[in-house]
């Protein structure tokens, strides 16, 4: 019966067998072959021991063979000596019963000869039965002919082994049979399917790998538990400029004498990102030991050219960055309860989905202009790709150069080997948001002018224009127009971002949005502390001063008042009172108007209160047993005050 078995695809050729035997296993090997056409292509050769090894030499000049077949001391044998696998033909309890049967019909004085030991259940057999059956083990041809020589001087008339036996018995008058069946055969070449199907395959996995090493970027150097080099790649050679694969079964240690591995060797134990100094230049190695089903066979050595380190960090680096400038505001989360900011947000929207025009956003400082920004980009087509921000403000002319344009490798002293993309090739897809504009240089308005033209920008020391394409949305809180008229702004590029413009009005001109921003943030900032119980006393207190209130630094200062009367509830455990809020505000609002007021001055100004009126109000808020109301009341103070003496003393 077949067994169920590897199978080769149609366009493999069939496995080559070559099943060898000097002696009458010949015959069964001619019987069974026919049966195996269409599933593997049988040689059959009538050699043995000597005779066979010249003739498989002599045919493997010019033929291919995966597997041999062969049986008993002469298979042993082919296995020493050939570098082919061999499949052996074994002998089974079905092959013994036949055998046995077939002999008995002969005579009944039946010996079986076996190589090297007789099975011990052939023996229990015997036994069980009571059959008068003779049995002997050999070592070699000699010994056999010794030992059936014995046998006929017994009286023994006919003898069961392998072919050798059967051939040897006929020489000294006695009767061979064979011990090996069809069946034994047909399972021999199954198996010798099978190997040449994992021969193959293994085959087909190691040209995949070598090919994968052989283009590897990094150099790989593997050894043997002897510390034997048995495969390097190309790469390996090129970073340290030694002949490694001409080295190959050579000790690692005499060909590259700088990079030990003989501490992975014996310790099993991995020694990662070393940097070791090679011919002149860097490497960084990796050190790691090879296991194979648990069992360690050797290390593996890589090394990695510092070159391609630093460029795979900076595109790491970069692709990271790009990554992080995401867009976290929505058009829809931006406040806007007054009919001036629902124009406002009406008008972006349609900016927005209908157009990839540039954008100027124009409002004060504070009114929410990179919101905005945000919330347009994500409404926009370009919402998966990048949003870069870059604030023309904060940087000189030479470094705001850089950050949007990048620079090539060597453009300038210090610069990185690889260069750097900057935030034009950043953004490429999506939206770049200069905030500050009005703060930009002239000469660097220029180069701005002919990217947002040209639709490419060229790097710092770069020759190559790199196409680009980003929608540029512009913020300032400048007048564009009067700085045209006076020479500080270029009227090209103010014409180029002024396609589409959004004007933020500021907070006082739009109270409703005021009590909304007062209803969100209160009870937000509150629940951070833990005083969410606290909001509905808050919030009557500070909603109608807030009302009053002109907000010149808009909803940003709106969001500091919030957070310190959050503060001060803290500290006092209490509701701030609508006075307290009032001289907040007023503190505010008088910094605002002076803003020459140094911190020196508010210092030495703190240093002026007398000491002793701080301890008092110690003493005191511990008569009034830790009640901040009460203490205030007694001193004369608003609470405010009175915290600002308690943690500012």
């Not at 292509?41 to 077949?69: M, P």
């Not at 000491?611 to 109301?629: I, N, T, Y």
């Amino acid at each position: 019966m077949k067994r169920n078995m590897s199978q080769f695809s149609p366009n493999e050729p069939l496995p080559v067998i070559w099943a060898i035997s000097g002696h009458r296993l010949i015959d069964v090997f001619r019987q069974v072959a026919p049966d195996m056409e269409g599933r593997a292509s049988i040689s059959i050769i009538h050699r043995g021991y000597e005779e066979a090894l010249s003739e498989i030499e002599l045919r493997s000049e010019r033929h291919h063979c995966d597997v041999i077949v062969a049986a008993g001391s002469h298979g042993a044998y082919l296995r020493r000596n050939l570098p082919h696998p061999v499949a052996l033909v074994k002998v089974g309890g079905s092959d013994l019963l036949a055998a046995l049967c077939k002999a008995r019909q002969l005579s009944d004085r039946i010996a079986i000869l076996m190589l090297k030991r007789i099975p011990p259940e052939l023996q229990r057999f015997a036994d069980l039965f009571s059959l008068p059956l003779v049995l002997r083990s050999y070592e070699t041809a000699e010994e056999a002919r010794h030992c059936l020589r014995q046998l006929a001087n017994d009286g023994i008339q006919v003898v069961v082994g392998p072919g050798q036996v059967a051939d040897l018995a006929d020489e000294v008058g006695l009767t061979g049979v064979l011990v090996y069946s069809a069946e034994s055969v047909q399972t021999a070449f199954d198996d010798a399917i099978e190997m040449a199907a994992a021969q193959r395959a293994e085959k087909s996995r190691r040209t995949q790998l070598d090919s994968i090493l052989y283009h590897l970027g990094d150099g790989v150097v593997a050894v043997d538990m002897d510390a034997h080099i048995v495969m390097a790649n190309p790469a390996a050679e090129q970073l340290t400029g030694k002949p490694i694969r001409a080295a190959l079964g050579k000790p690692f240690g005499d060909v590259l004498p700088a990079l030990h591995l003989r501490h992975v060797i014996t310790s099993g134990t991995p020694e990662l990102g070393a940097v070791e100094e090679l011919a002149g230049k860097s490497i960084v190695v990796d050190r790691v030991p090879l296991f194979d089903e648990g069992k360690q066979t050797g290390a593996i050595l890589a090394l990695h050219g510092s070159n391609r380190l630093e460029l795979a960090v900076s595109k790491l680096r970069a692709h990271t960055h790009r990554r992080s400038q995401v867009a976290k505001y929505r058009l829809d989360d931006m406040v806007s309860a007054s009919p001036a900011m629902r124009r406002v947000i009406a008008q972006s929207k349609v900016f927005a989905q209908h157009s990839d025009a540039g954008i100027l956003i124009h409002g004060e400082s504070g009114t929410g202009k990179e919101l905005l920004a945000q919330g347009i980009h994500n409404a926009s087509r370009r919402a998966r790709n990048p949003f870069i921000a870059i604030n023309c403000g904060a940087f000189t002319e030479t470094l705001l150069e850089s950050e949007l344009f990048g620079y090539d490798e060597g453009a300038f002293t210090g610069a990185r080997k690889q260069g750097k993309a900057g935030l034009f090739e950043a953004a490429d897809g999506g939206t770049l948001f200069l905030d500050e504009i009005g703060e930009m240089p002239l000469p660097l308005q220029t180069r701005l002018l002919r990217a947002l033209q040209e639709k490419e920008i060229m790097r710092v020391g770069s020759v190559d224009p790199l196409p680009i394409n980003v929608r540029a949305v512009a913020a300032t809180h400048r007048d564009l127009a009067s700085m045209v008229a006076s020479g500080q702004f270029r009227e090209d590029l103010f014409y180029r971002l002024n396609i589409l413009r959004v004007d933020v009005p500021p907070l006082r001109e739009r109270p409703e949005d005021i009590e909304v921003l007062v209803r969100k943030l209160v009870p937000a900032a509150l629940a951070r502390t833990g005083l969410d119980s606290l909001c509905s006393e808050v919030l009557a207190a500070v909603q109608p001063v807030m009302r009053q209130y002109a907000w010149p630094g808009n909803v940003r200062e709106l969001e500091n008042a919030v957070e310190r009367l959050t503060m001060i509830c803290l500290a006092t455990g209490s509701a701030i009172r609508p006075s307290e809020m009032s001289e907040l505000l007023d503190q505010a609002m008088q910094r605002q108007r002076n803003p020459e007021v140094s911190a020196t001055e508010a210092a030495t100004m703190r240093k002026r209160r007398p000491r002793a009126s701080r301890e008092e109000a110690g003493r005191v808020l511990e008569d009034c047993q830790g009640d901040h109301r009460e203490a205030a009341r007694r001193l004369g103070v608003s609470r405010t005050t009175l915290w600002r003496w308690l943690t500012q003393g």
